[in-house]
């Protein structure tokens, strides 16, 4: 066996696993849409299942563009918010912390609420 024809097996390898991963994703997409009625979804497994290539080219320039109309946007605060969440949750504990200091005389109400306003990043 030549490496050149070691090569074109990954080459056609490559290329029915990028194919099997369009169909399928094409698939699941027909039947996850709750637009399409049972004779469309018929319609286009069976175009799929006789004209797959062309069917699949059809099927992502027409019915694509408004599935990636309909995801939601990204939110650019999440990454900020995370960071408050774990934040908060630091905070929590601290106030909880500075509570049982209160609840065993270690310190007075003034101290306790100097550290929860500390903790809480006021």
Known sequence: ????DIIWLFFWSYVFIAYLTV???VLADI?????L???AKALWVLFLVFV???TAVVYIGTRGSDRVQSLPATDASAPRN???SAASMGSVDEIAKAQKLLDTGSTTADEYAALTVKARGY
């Open 37 to 39: 009625s049972g004779w």
């Open 52 to 54: 797959p290539i062309i």
């Open 31 to 35: 039947f996850r849409d709750p637009g």
């Open 82 to 84: 995370a960071a408050r």
């Open 23 to 25: 169909l399928f994703s």
């Open 1 to 4: 066996m030549d490496i050149w």
